[in-house]
């Protein structure tokens, strides 16, 4: 069965950090792209953040460039998105996805959601 446990989220007040985690199962950890997404009330889920786990490439939504970093452990088949200097609109339900390959295009599977509150 395939799992994308996120887990990491919470309350912090705005240019504070948090670290998100997803931890993946039930499928090879190093075939697939691993992403972020959020979706914040009443607006659409966007893409943040998305890592190959095969060479590590990444990529990141302008409105988070230089703020927050994803990384892969692959030996603990978990990716995270470091999130720096978080402001109010980065207030979200944020979600982890596996994508279909290894590239950044088309998410196969998806996690349950962390809350992300930022207050201002």
């Known amino acids: 069965e395939v799992q994308l446990q996120a887990c990491g989220g919470g309350l912090v007040q705005a240019g504070g950090c948090l670290r998100l985690?997803?931890?993946?199962?039930?499928?090879?950890?190093?075939?697939?792209?691993i992403g972020w997404f959020r979706q914040a009330p009443g607006k659409e889920r966007e893409g943040v953040s998305c890592?190959?786990?095969?060479?590590?490439?990444?990529y990141y939504a302008d409105s988070v460039k230089g703020r927050f970093t994803i990384s892969s452990d692959n030996a603990k088949n978990t990716v995270y998105l470091q999130m720096n200097s978080l402001k109010p609109e980065d207030t979200a339900v944020y979600y982890c996805?596996?994508?279909?390959?290894?590239?950044?295009?088309?998410?196969?599977?998806w996690g349950q959601g962390t809350q992300v509150t930022v207050s201002s």
């Open positions: 890592i190959s786990s095969s060479d590590g490439s990444t």
């Open positions: 996805a596996a994508y279909v390959d290894t590239t950044c295009s088309t998410v196969h599977y």
């Open positions: 985690a997803c931890a993946a199962s039930g499928f090879t950890f190093d075939d697939y792209a």
